[in-house]
């Protein structure tokens, strides 16, 4: 479960709302600027949590504050860490694309350094714009070194104006991770809504990526987010899809 869903509840209770997690049934979560949370490790092991992969910003910062990111990482047992966001003006053209993954590849090296892994997450805007007649993500991908990996926004594919499914297969094992959410597939965050009371094809989206670590989320929601990513775990639970 990506911690940024329940942002406001880590920020008024960390180790309370981590515990409401695991009591849900949640036995990994995905952090966000896990630096800005001391004592995270520890709330993570009291509550009996694992977090494989998290969400930092690392382009434009410095190799020695990237080094930093990825020994702090390390500590919490993180070994994949993602950069979440790259601005839509960085996605319309060849040149722009092509200093971007050199910057994270860059960083991949630094990363490999520190026993860590670098990932990508995406938005709407990588599958929006098109570069020689394909989206933009899958023409950075090409430009990635081999250790740099993919977590897949499922459902910013579909709003980018792509099938999840099909890119999914198109990317086969460089997504090891999926975000999984669900909504009208529109670009207004708050009409995202609990996993499975939605209009994406979860199933479907995840027997594509059957290896992949599968991580809910919502970036918004008119309902309250905590119940919304309870009500997630459990149908994905029914479903035999957890």
């Known amino acids: 479960m990506q911690l940024y869903t329940v942002r ?21 979560v995905e952090p966000f600027a896990f630096t800005d949370f001391p004592g995270l490790g520890d709330a993570l092991a009291a509550a009996g949590l694992a977090a494989p992969t998290t969400h930092v910003h690392l382009l434009g910062e410095s190799d020695e504050k990237i080094a930093e990111i990825f020994d702090a990482a390390r500590a919490l047992g993180i070994l994949t ?3 979440p966001h790259v601005p839509a003006e960085r996605w319309t053209t060849a040149e722009d694309i092509d200093e971007t993954a050199a910057q994270l590849n860059h960083a991949a090296t630094i990363a490999a350094e520190h026993g860590v892994r670098v990932g990508y997450h995406n938005h709407a805007h990588e599958f929006e714009n098109k570069i020689e007649g394909r989206n933009a993500l899958e023409y950075f991908v090409d430009r990635l070194d081999p250790d740099v990996v993919i977590e897949l926004d499922t459902y910013w594919v579909a709003v980018g104006g792509e099938n999840p499914v099909e890119v999914l297969k198109r990317l086969g094992d460089r997504v090891v991770a999926i975000h999984v959410k669900d909504g009208p597939g529109t670009k207004e965050t708050k009409d995202q809504v609990a996993v499975g009371s939605g209009s994406l094809p979860v199933r479907d989206i995840i027997e594509a990526a059957p290896n992949a670590l599968r991580v809910v989320e919502l970036d918004d929601s008119r309902d309250n987010r905590f119940t ?11 479903e035999g899809l957890a």
């Open 81 to 83: 860490v993602i950069d």
């Open 228 to 238: 919304a990513v309870i009500d997630s775990i459990a149908f994905l639970t029914k």
């Open 8 to 28: 406001e509840a880590l920020q008024d209770d960390l180790q309370g709302t981590l515990n409401k997690l695991a009591e849900a049934g949640y036995t990994q």
